[in-house]
């Protein structure tokens, strides 16, 4: 094996006496090692570190609700998400011709813009003596990722956002985006 | 001139250290990681800043690829089997599978096949069951939706178990919209699920958007 015996092996000049050969105390661990590591390898190879995490959503059932829930026009913000993560918003509805904003995400972008509303609708609410929270709409185009939903539910998590909702992207939110010039 | 003589010395290292620190390594891989599942496809996982973790067992989880091939599977053989029980008597009772057959597709992780191919897939040796799966069929008409039968055979075998939806995270919406169609159907009431997500380093720093 790896090591080459120096001390020349004793014994062998005693010729009276028979007496037990003095073995050494040393074992090779050479394949102690080799095993060792080939498991260390098994174990890198076969299994993830990654602890993957969940995002738990509770979505309405396709069941007729019995009545309807209307929100208040000021409190409702509406985000639709675009292609090349883009994201369009709106306060209110889309029939009374709201502006439109463009932007994108991360903490600079659509975070700052969620909490800004998030602060005034809290505002309007309490000056009207009835504490209130923000509803958000979220409408995923079709050319948006399940990437871009997933951003967002998490920068909803973070923002403390309880209320939201994912509807359908309607045919007329496509002709009122085209027609403010925002997409093709 | 006398001879420098070189005394021999032994080539013999000792080991020990060594062999505690691999067997330390092992240890630590043994205890921090999980066994890989066996998964037909390769998905990116999109990231989130959560930090909640997904329950061990008891688990349907419908995994989406990047193409918008679904797939089905849970953890217990046992309820793999009550799945396609119950799917090949509520969708398609003409389908003949033999109790080989039967056995092969329980000890499946995830499966995704369309019901007319569901015999000659199981056919397949063990080894090719996992690389030939076109994904379930989706169909906008509810009475030939291969999906919703799935899912909803997959919770009455298994009705504790939680959802969780495993899509790529560059899956095109509309995919995406069809599944969770299925999910919040009456019948199904699964309308509370889990999206497993990748987890992101920084929780306040953020690193959104991603490059390409």
Known sequence: MADIESSGGGGGKHKGKKRGKKLSTRIDMTPMVDLAFLLVTFFMLATTMAKPSALEVTMPTDEKPKEDITIPESKSMTLILGKDDQIFWYMGMLTKDPVISKTTYGPANIRKVLKAKQIEVRNIFVQKAKSQEIVVLIKPMKDSKYRNLVDILDEFEICGIKQFAVVDFQPDDQKNLKKKGLVE | ?212
Request: hydrophobic fraction near 40%; avoid cysteine; glycine fraction near 4%.
């Open chain 2, 1 to 212: 001139m006398p001879k420098v003589k070189i005394p021999r010395k032994s080539t013999f290292i000792d080991m020990t250290a060594m062999v505690d620190m691999g067997f330390l390594l092992v240890t630590f891989f043994m205890l921090a990681t999980k066994f890989r599942p066996d998964e037909p496809v390769l998905v990116v996982l999109p990231s989130s800043t959560l930090t909640t973790p997904i329950p061990d067992k008891d688990l349907i989880t419908i995994t989406v690829s990047k193409e918008g091939r679904i797939f089905i599977g849970m953890d217990n053989p046992k309820h793999m089997s009550d799945m396609l029980d119950g799917f090949i008597t509520r969708f398609a009772p003409n389908i003949k599978l033999n109790a080989e057959q039967k056995q092969k597709f329980s000890l499946q992780t995830s499966f995704g096949v369309p019901a007319k191919d569901l015999s000659s897939w199981l056919k397949l040796e063990p080894e090719e069951l996992r690389r030939s799966q076109p994904g379930i069929k989706w169909d906008s008409i509810p009475d030939k939706n291969e999906l919703f039968f799935w899912v909803w055979n997959a919770r009455l075998a298994s009705p504790r178990s939680q959802i969780a939806l495993k899509a790529d995270g560059e899956t095109n919406y509309p995919i995406i919209k069809q599944v969770i169609q299925v999910l919040t159907n009456k019948t199904i009431q699964g309308h509370r699920f889990q999206m497993i997500t990748s987890q992101e380093e920084n929780r306040m720093a953020g690193s959104k958007p991603k490059e390409k």
